[in-house]
């Protein structure tokens, strides 16, 4: 596609459900990135994968996060028994390689109520 | 800790003004700086990078410059429009253990007075 696409826009759950959040990367990046962006803070690197391949799951904040990538294309990002504390921006990222510029999608905002 | 930082958490300039943003890195051996904007509601959007070798890279109506020696990096924007009014944040890679993320700055939010 034209650019990197997220789903849903916005989630609101409750406390303890589990969410998938969705990111269409732009077409041909072999690499993609999640971040996350609390209220009015800087984005903080959760994971990346090179093809389908996350060498380091080390950014995830804890071991209620996953994230996979299928077919080298689109990534799911799930939060397992989410928390009041994850509430914050989720964005994707896609780029042509490593060390690429990477290009940022609008992002999925959650609410953990 | 922060690893990438700005000066100023928010600045104002007058329209048609020069605005010049900073920001400073703290790992000597980051190879690739990026400046992203950020429109409220929206996710980054790609501004201008540069890598360690160059020391200036030009865009349009923006610069950037890297001081390597004091670990320092700007942005400087020409004859700003109302349009750039958005948080501009700075970007290092920093390849620890094959993590390829970008380390962010917590952003400088530019505001341009009419």
């Known amino acids: 596609g034209a650019g990197v696409s997220q789903s849903p826009s916005n989630k609101v759950t409750e406390k303890g459900k589990d969410v998938e959040l969705r990111c269409d990367p732009i077409s041909g990046h072999t690499a993609l990135y999640w971040y996350r962006q609390s209220l009015g803070q800087g984005l903080e690197f959760l994971i990346y994968f090179q093809g389908n391949s996350a060498p380091d799951k080390s950014g995830l904040p804890s071991d209620r996060f996953s994230a996979e990538r299928t077919g080298g294309s689109v990534s799911t990002l799930t939060i397992q028994r989410t928390q009041q504390e994850d509430s914050a921006v989720y964005l994707c990222?896609?780029?042509?390689?490593?060390?690429?510029?990477?290009?940022f999608g609008p992002g999925t905002r959650l609410l953990v109520l | 800790g922060e690893s990438v930082g700005l000066h100023l958490p928010t600045l104002s300039v007058q329209e048609g003004d020069n605005s010049i943003i900073n920001c400073a890195y703290s790992n000597s051996a980051s190879d690739y700086f990026i400046w992203y904007k950020q429109e409220s509601g929206k996710g980054p959007q790609f501004i201008i990078d540069?890598?360690?070798?160059?020391d200036k890279r030009q865009g349009q109506r923006v610069t950037v410059l890297l001081n390597k020696t004091v670990k320092h990096l700007s942005l400087q924007i020409a004859a700003t429009q109302p349009g750039d009014s958005a948080v501009y944040f700075c970007?290092?890679?920093?390849?620890?253990?094959?993590?390829?993320?970008?380390?962010f700055g917590k952003g400088t939010h530019l505001i341009i007075q009419p």
């Open positions: 970007a290092e890679n920093m390849k620890s253990g094959g993590a390829d993320g970008l380390t």
């Open positions: 540069i890598r360690s070798n160059m």
């Open positions: 990222a896609s780029s042509s390689g490593l060390q690429e510029t990477q290009y």
